[in-house]
């Protein structure tokens, strides 16, 4: 019980619906985490790693067919289809909740039902937002813990407020004779449903990250993205890193990059420039609010990193391995014969005898990965060791510049500097990306994902753009950020990357602090402003012959032939499109062939 009517209501109320054994309060402390995980390692879903490598940490391994997010089980519930619009899964509220109570009829027999009241943002931050997920899953309150503040002191900020409902089950229900899984979902059935006007998530029939930790993607990027637009804000799928260059003057820098194209491994960067240093403040989602000083401010809404596990090492960041030194939980990864875990490119050589995360016999050699593409740790943003000291302050980090990229392999040049906030604005509204294994699909594949949101926009994407466009009225535009577009995943005739990414992305940052400064020249092209030549520093930096001027070359006949693919991702938005967007695509044609002659 709470102290708030509409919650202890709809407690009742979803108990009565899901048919659970017992109903179980979290009050957010390490006392219930524990037993949560103790609870996960007696039903095999979790098995302990040895103590003197990962102490209180633990591996879970899921089910093959619940790995990553389902976008298309994702819909956007909204009165009105065109709401939703074309980018998203759409169903009326009435009939997709008339489909989902059937299936969430006794779904929860057997099994406790968690209430977990959570906070977005530091608790009582007037930025922060408070939700509370109900869930069949002790995975689910482990990670939430983590993930999100949680607890008695939420529900105190609470009073008799509103907040988001989050009801999430994993669709497997026990009779009094069965056995448990390791891994309970539901293979036939999985729905991650949201309603915007009710600010109400109704997740059902898989465990894995953004589907059932819902405070991630449905509450703070889906929903809130609905609630920024109503209330004057940006809620965007942005890591927030702080940028100190040698003389110790300090810059803030957003990021927008689609799931699993290096945003962790970016706001954790180790700068290969002499006396430059990044600390982070988030590694996955931003919410961003003009301050009393004019500027866009920007908090991290999550208290924990769910990151891609393939390809983290000390070589690649080696402040994310120095974050899992303990106290976390890895899914999907391998184990090594000490009790350790272990995937793809974490260490130069492979184990010799090691447990894959399909629990096979897996060993040096052996074909198949040891850990499934999108295995992921989750750890206390606490424990990374640049974690910038003020990634809790309530009010924000001053937002200088943000980023908009993706994966590349042709056409997109190592950074490109917008003329202006709407010319940003057209930027991320058209970026492309190349599919990774975050999301169920095929990997890969060239798609328009506008800002990094379209699994993540909770409303129409030409709404959302013109939200954006309002921020030049909202504050004085010399205010704002400046946008830069980069791509780290160019590659040459030969297939390789041509640039070396990671810590030399440090150089990168660095020329566009200078922008931000003045102190840096560009030059113009019909795309957008790129470093004009000495302007990058790359000293001490081996690239191979000619991969320089590739990197900053403005491709002018794929940029051509990107013009009509930009034109038909518009017109699927019809007359909802901002007019100021298609003009850019106008003005971009024109300078390209003024450039071509
Ligand atoms: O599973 S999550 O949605 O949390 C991870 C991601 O896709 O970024
Ligand atoms: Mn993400």
């Known amino acids: 019980m709470s102290r708030n009517a509409m919650l202890d209501a ?36 979790a098995v302990p790693l040895a103590d003197d490598t990962r102490p209180g940490s633990v591996l879970v391994r899921s089910h093959p067919a619940d790995v990553a997010r389902v976008e298309d089980r994702t819909y956007i519930c909204s009165t009105n289809k065109d709401d939703a619009g074309p980018t998203n899964n759409w ?16 779904s929860m027999a057997g099994r406790t039902m968690y209430v977990i009241p ?58 009094a004779n069965d056995p448990d899984s390791p891994w309970p979902h539901n293979l036939e059935h999985k729905y991650i449903c949201h309603f915007p006007e009710t600010r109400e998530i109704w997740s059902f029939g898989s465990g894995y990250g953004g589907n059932a930790l ?35 003057r300090v810059h803030y820098i957003t990021g927008a990059f689609p799931s699993a194209c290096g945003k962790t491994n970016l706001a954790m960067l180790t700068p290969t420039i002499p006396g430059w240093k990044v600390e982070t403040i988030g590694d996955d989602i931003a919410w961003m609010k003009i301050g009393r000083d004019g500027r866009l401010r920007a908090i991290n809404p999550e208290a924990g990193f769910f990151g891609v596990a393939p390809g983290t090492s000390e070589a690649t960041n080696a402040n994310a391995m120095g974050s899992l030194t303990g106290n976390a939980i890895f899914t999907n990864c391998a184990m090594t014969e000490d009790g350790d875990v272990w995937w793809e490119q974490m260490t130069d050589e492979a184990p010799e005898g090691a447990t894959d995360w399909l629990r096979r016999p897996w060993s040096r050699g052996t074909a198949r990965k040891a850990a499934h593409p999108n295995a992921r740790f989750t750890v206390p943003a606490r424990q990374c060791p640049v974690i910038a000291p003020e990634w809790e302050d309530p009010e924000g980090v001053p937002i200088d510049a943000i980023l908009f990229g993706g994966r590349r392999t042709s056409t997109v040049p190592l ?68 946008v830069y577009f980069v791509n780290w995943f160019l590659k040459g005739p030969d297939g390789k990357f041509l640039w070396p990414g990671y810590g030399e992305n440090s150089r990168v940052l660095k020329w566009i602090v200078e922008r931000v400064e003045g102190t840096a020249e560009a030059v113009d092209t019909p795309i957008g402003r790129v470093p004009a030549p000495g302007a990058l520093d790359i000293d001490g930096l081996q690239l191979a012959d000619g991969a320089l001027e590739r990197l900053l070359d403005v491709d002018i006949e794929g940029w051509l032939n990107e013009v009509p693919l930009i034109r038909d991702h518009f017109a699927k938005f019809g007359d909802r499109l901002p007019t100021s967007l298609a003009a850019r695509a106008d003005d971009l044609e024109r300078s390209l062939l003024v450039a071509q002659e």
């Open 118 to 175: 959570y906070s977005m943002g530091p608790i009582g931050s007037p930025i922060a937002n408070i939700g509370v997920e109900l869930t069949d899953s002790p995975y689910v309150v482990a990670n939430m813990h983590i993930m999100t503040r949680v607890g008695s002191a939420v529900l105190d900020v609470l009073g008799d407020g509103g907040f988001v409902r989050g009801l999430h089950s994993v669709g497997a229900p026990l009779g």
């Open 91 to 106: 169903m009326a509220p009435a009939e997709m909740k008339a489909t989902l109570t059937e299936l969430f009829r006794g």
């Open 10 to 45: 709809w407690v009742s109320e979803v108990a009565a619906l899901c048919g659970p054994e017992r109903v179980h309060w979290c009050d957010g402390s390490k006392a219930e985490y524990d037993a949560m995980i103790r609870v996960m390692i007696q039903t095999g879903t």
């Open 415 to 482: 950074v490109t500097e917008a003329f202006d906030w709407t010319h940003g604005t057209f930027m991320g509204a058209t970026a492309g990306s190349e599919t990774t294994a975050a999301a169920v699909g095929a990997v890969g594949q060239l798609r328009r994902d506008p800002m990094a949101m379209l699994p993540f926009c909770g409303y129409n994407m030409a709404d959302y753009w013109n939200h954006w466009l309002t921020f030049e009225q909202r504050t004085s535009p010399a205010k704002l950020p400046r």
């Open 214 to 248: 819902l405070g991630k993607k449905c509450h703070a990027l889906r929903i809130a993205s609905v609630q920024a637009r109503d209330e004057g804000w940006l809620a965007e799928h942005m890591l927030i890193l702080k940028l100190t260059n040698p003389e110790g």
